[in-house]
């Protein structure tokens, strides 16, 4: 069952883009979304950094900075 957040999320579409990232939308967002770090604050109705990724680790600047998604 795929994450129901996924529509709302930023990371989302950016995971879309570029076809080596498609592991991360595959393992959390189509997979097992109760592992991604986003989901689980967003769960608690905490507010989401645009800038963490599912697995905890924060990109150095922020999602709305970025074109397409740029890991360093």
């Not at 957040?5 to 570029?18: D, E, I, Y």
Request: hydrophobic share 35%; net charge positive.
């Amino acid at each position: 069952m795929a994450c129901s957040r996924v529509v709302a999320c930023p990371l989302f579409k950016q995971f879309s883009l570029k076809s080596s990232l498609k592991v991360w939308q595959s393992y959390y967002c189509e997979g097992d979304f109760t592992r991604c770090e986003r989901y689980k604050l967003s769960s608690g109705a905490c507010t989401v950094p645009p800038n963490l990724l599912p697995n905890g680790k924060m990109l150095d600047v922020p999602i709305d900075r970025l074109g397409p998604l740029e890991l360093k």
